[in-house]
């Protein structure tokens, strides 16, 4: 069964850094993403990373602040991390993870409606 859990998150100042992991179960997807909503927001792309190459692509609001990474475990279903860096108080928002059975194609990957299954959702909430 699959199955798409986030965690990390949390209270963080302005200007400061963390990081959310996402872990998959049940499946090995072609490609991995994350997501941001924001109260009364729309779901914004952040970025996307595909497993075979780690190709990565990001949203124009957080390029250069925001890294999408793997960790080195084994050969399948390696977790991904998201790192947040140099967060605004406009990065306030519930950060979600998504896989996809496609890989990740530049524009195209933003659109939230064709990725396959989604976690829960991580808060990050950036506040002095």
């Known amino acids: 069964q699959a199955h798409v859990a986030e965690s990390g998150g949390g209270l963080v100042q302005p200007g400061g850094s963390l990081r959310v992991s996402c872990e998959v179960s049940?499946?090995?997807?072609?490609?991995m993403g994350w997501f941001r909503q924001a109260p009364g927001g729309k779901r914004e792309g952040v970025g996307c990373?595909?497993?075979?190459?780690?190709?990565?692509?990001?949203?124009s609001s957080v390029k250069g602040r925001f890294a999408i990474s793997r960790r080195l475990r084994g050969k399948d279903n390696k977790p991904i991390y998201l790192q947040v860096n140099s967060l605004k108080p406009e990065d306030t928002a519930g950060y979600y993870c998504?896989?996809?059975?496609?890989?990740?194609?530049?524009?195209?990957?933003?659109?939230?409606?064709?990725?396959?299954?989604w976690g829960q959702g991580a808060q990050v909430t950036v506040s002095s």
């Open positions: 998504a896989t996809d059975n496609g890989p990740c194609y530049p524009d195209a990957w933003k659109f939230s409606g064709l990725w396959d299954h």
């Open positions: 049940g499946f090995t997807p072609v490609a």
């Open positions: 990373i595909t497993s075979a190459d780690d190709t990565t692509y990001y949203g």
